[in-house]
């Protein structure tokens, strides 16, 4: 079992730069890819970016990709988002994951983190 808890999300304008952070309890983290998934208001959740256990892979959604960077750190159970050129399109619930390399399903969720961007 991993409990998993999100943390750095809030209000930010356009252009600006938000890093959030998922911190993990209980065991086997280091086991799992780790991904980081979105779900605006009215809309499907979608996998924003995914790191794999070692961070030697790595996917992201093409509408961050360029602007997101997602890292891990095994030593402290912990990944996170970092979001540059924010745009209002990146509102949303941000949800951290832990699941399996290349699927979209995960296993492990956490209650997510809001980030607004907005003027």
């Known amino acids: 079992q991993v409990q998993l808890v999100e943390s750095g999300g809030g209000l930010v304008q356009p252009g600006e730069s938000l890093r959030i952070s998922c911190t993990a309890s209980g065991s086997g983290f280091s086991t799992y890819a780790m991904g980081w998934y979105r779900q605006a208001p009215g809309k499907q959740r979608e996998l924003v970016a995914q790191?794999?256990?070692?961070?030697?892979?790595?996917r992201y959604v093409d509408s961050v990709k360029g602007r997101f960077t997602i890292t891990r750190d095994n030593a402290k159970n912990a990944v996170y988002l970092e979001m540059f050129r924010l745009k209002p399109e990146d509102t949303g619930m941000y949800y951290c994951?832990?699941?399996?390399?290349?699927?979209?399903?995960?296993?492990?969720w956490g209650k997510g983190t809001q980030v607004t961007v907005s003027s």
């Open positions: 994951s832990a699941g399996r390399y290349g699927s979209d399903q995960g296993i492990y």
């Open positions: 790191i794999g256990t070692a961070s030697f892979n790595r």
